[in-house]
């Protein structure tokens, strides 16, 4: 069975890297099983095959595998006859642009929940965490998601295009999710598995999305430790 | 062969829509000929069978089709064995994000060229034009393109998903364009068309990626009247 090292807070089951989210719904799409691996930030050596030390990495026999992007590529193309993920060559082009924008979106909503993420984590992760995201942001946790309430109407009216293909069809893959669906699904899912704070309106047809895939494989998503169905 | 409505200023070949452009470079792409009309917004009359008033409309024998949206999906249904404008069903459906996207950029641009466009009209459009869009901006043409400098790096911020997708290959469709890159590409020919406005420093990979659909299709966008190559 292939294993993956899931980013994981003080709590074992609280899984919220929006990353590894991409993974574990992607491995579900295919069907694959898959041993997850409680990891933490300060657990840098144990991702050493990887020649890197950040999750998600992927474990196939020998082969070990980071960045969402590059394990989603490697499961379509080691997988072929299992659902695509792409549906060829041309999706998986586009498909970028999709998991860019699930990236951008990741950082727009880390100005509403970092210090959520870091009340969550193991104590020995805590320090770390702080001082680097600290010196990405160039200013303190608490500084970084102060007067969040403010900035929320920006962060929604900046996902009109997501919200426009929505109102047209369910998934961004059309009737049904696609790797492009979990790679702007995995930056919701990190917010709900570590924050309370409400991102959409329940109206929002980006709401109903998160919903509909919270629900698919089984509740997968949904199941998991988080602050809302 | 086919023929397309295609918005004019006041010049003939000055042909600036971004939404006609879309289909100018679908129709390029599957090798289709096509009669272009040069159309005017006093014309609504001319478009009465496509049961609406905007263009693009594309007739094809009996058919009126309206909507670059739609256009597309019919040039791909209807030519399926001409190269490809999505690469099946579901780059169809992940291409309809870039196309919002590209809605999106119009809508951002327009702040910058709006009064540019309204200078490149026939006389006959000039006061629709200024009473229509000065109605849905709530304010004069003037206001709308005031301070458009100040404005610039926020709107060069705002793309950062293409650009970081640019980075990484040629295309937004892979190694060569697909309807997803018309449909982006659009906004950013009707500025070229229309205005001597620099929407994009010249080292952005977003330049270099407008630069290659200029060089397209035998120069078929950057040989048509406007400002720059």
Known sequence: MMKLFDLAGAET?????????????????????????????NEKDALMASGQGKVPVLVHGDKWIYDSWKIAQYLEDTFPDLPTLFGGPEGMALSRLHSNMGDVIAGQISRFVLLDVYEHLDDKDKSYFRESREQRFGMSLEQVVAERESRLQDFRDGLIALRMTLKTQPFFGGDRPLYGDFALFGPFQWARCISPFQLLTADDPIAHWRMRLLKSFNGLAGSAPGYDA
């Open 13 to 41: 089951d609280r899984r919220f890297s929006p990353y590894c989210w991409r993974i574990r719904l992607a491995l579900a799409h295919k069907g694959l099983d898959v041993e997850t691996v409680a990891w933490r930030f």
